[in-house]
């Protein structure tokens, strides 16, 4: 087949699959994903972007289609449903990092994958009035799998440029999920990825704020709105990824869509290279030289108080996409090493009580900061970027260097995948607060059973708390 038909292979291969063909390891790891997807959203609705998100919703108002996650007496139109759940999945960036199939893509710089179509699939599946355990399953590896054959097909410069792949790619994921559940065909699925392609947006340069959490969110919205627009009629080229006018030449510019052109399904992305899994609220990159020092600490019996500087050594590829040597917010702190080494030092540990303005700005953590620095080692440099390398110095106030190098299959990778138990302790520790730990248990039950249930929206009940009118300051008016 022509490589100029990654839009059709894309649309062919949405439209035809179908639960049935779903190994049943891919299917574990589907649930495994949309657990750990539902744990990041429940964390996410306490950040301040949510906040805002529910005064701005509330107040638009309009058909009452969906449920919100954390919310569910609240019915919003379906594409602003999807919004909420996207904005609420990255909020905290602690959803799951795509990792790199093929030579060339940059390892831990490709797309978030899973927040989309959940979102979307979320959404669609309330609009519907509720979808089987299977569907929802097989709609949600449907959108996963296109946003991640689309995020290897167009050539890295996309995110070196300055694009945020999970805004500009994650909405293909999105509106294929939402295509899946609506069985839209195959030329309708191809018009909805490229209308998907004229809504697709986010730039780096918004890191740090509010705004990066927002690309997510208007990926899940845009897909959404492209798959119903389409299923009202709205028109689209047949194409929009491919040629000269296409997503990968605009976007990438250009790319390599025979690399996957075969490899839809085959395989399936979420198995093969599959996915990190994040047990940090922060970057994937940041990850293996936190728990460098995590575990050096607990070696040596060190405290904070015992160390008097720390220099990590790393690559460009894992210091360029840090934007901030210091952090005074809980945004910046996701970007920052200083303060992601910091509140390991301090705290020992770095989740959802970490990431707050309260514990950056807090007197041990500013302190802490301020020992620690970031080198681009040459040595490193050279191994390549085929895996996320970096090396932590401690100096010890009683005059000794300890160097740890970080783990290159660190945890929550595919080659040390955080077991379903650590997977339920990190939705525990999102969902402290918000779920007693019985009905974590409910949730727990109930996804890993996903297949199992006649109908996917029930998740919305469990996840039932009061996410928005407190925070809106308006009445739920569209139940």
């Given at each position: ?208 704020t509010m705004t990066k959490p927002l ?261 739920q008016e569209h139940k």
């Open positions: 087949m022509s490589i100029e038909n990654l839009t059709e292979v894309a649309a062919r291969f949405v439209a035809g699959l179908q639960y049935e063909d779903l190994p049943e390891q891919v299917v574990h790891l589907a649930r495994r994903q949309i657990l750990d997807g539902l744990a990041v959203q429940i964390g996410g609705t306490e950040q301040e972007a949510l906040t805002v998100a529910a005064r701005y919703l509330t107040g638009i108002g309009g058909a009452p289609q969906a449920r919100l996650l954390g919310a569910s007496g609240v019915r919003l139109p379906a594409h602003l449903a999807a919004f909420w759940h996207g904005l609420a999945g990255h909020a905290m960036d602690w959803d799951d990092t795509q990792l790199a199939r093929h030579p060339g893509r940059a390892y831990g710089l490709l797309t978030h994958p899973t927040i989309p179509p959940l979102a979307a699939a979320l959404a669609i599946a309330d609009l519907l009035g509720g979808v089987s355990g299977k569907d929802f399953i097989a709609a949600f590896v449907a959108g996963f799998d296109v946003e991640c054959k689309i995020a290897e097909a167009i050539n890295p410069d996309h995110y070196h440029r300055g694009f945020h792949p999970s805004g500009t790619i994650g909405v293909f994921g999105a509106a294929m999920a939402a295509g899946k559940l609506l069985r839209l065909d195959v030329d309708q699925l191809r018009q909805t990825l490229s209308l998907a392609a004229s809504m697709a947006a986010g730039i780096r340069a918004n890191y740090g690309h997510v969110g208007r990926a899940a919205e845009n897909g959404v709105t492209a798959a119903l627009l389409v299923r009202e009629g709205f028109t689209a080229d047949q194409s929009g990824l491919d040629g000269r006018w296409g997503f990968l030449t605009i976007a990438g510019p250009g790319g390599n869509p025979e690399l996957v052109i075969n490899e839809f399904g085959n395989p399936f992305s979420i198995l093969e290279p599959g996915t990190s899994v994040k047990p940090y609220p922060s970057g994937v990159l940041t990850h293996p030289a936190m728990d460098a020092l995590r575990f050096l600490m607990q070696d040596e019996n060190l405290a904070a108080d015992d160390i008097d500087r720390i220099d990590l050594y790393a690559a460009r590829n894992v210091l360029g996409p840090i934007r901030f040597d210091f952090a005074e917010t809980e945004l910046q702190g996701k970007f920052c090493f200083q303060f992601l080494l910091a509140a390991i030092m301090v705290a020992g540990k770095a989740g959802k009580r970490e990431f707050t303005n309260a514990f950056v700005q807090s007197a041990p953590v500013v302190a802490a900061q301020r020992r620690i620095f970031t080198h681009n080692d040459p040595e490193i440099e050279a191994m390549g970027f085929d895996k996320i390398r970096s090396r932590i110095e401690v100096r010890t106030r009683d005059g000794r260097k300890l160097v740890r190098w970080a783990d290159e299959n660190y945890r929550g990778g595919p080659f040390n995948p955080l077991s379903d138990a650590e997977l339920e302790e990190k939705f525990a520790d999102a969902a402290a607060g918000l779920l007693s730990s019985d009905r974590c248990s409910e949730i727990f039950d109930f996804i890993w059973k996903l297949d199992r249930k006649t109908d996917a929206t029930v998740v919305l009940d469990l996840l039932n708390w009061d996410a928005v009118s407190e925070r809106s300051n308006l009445k």
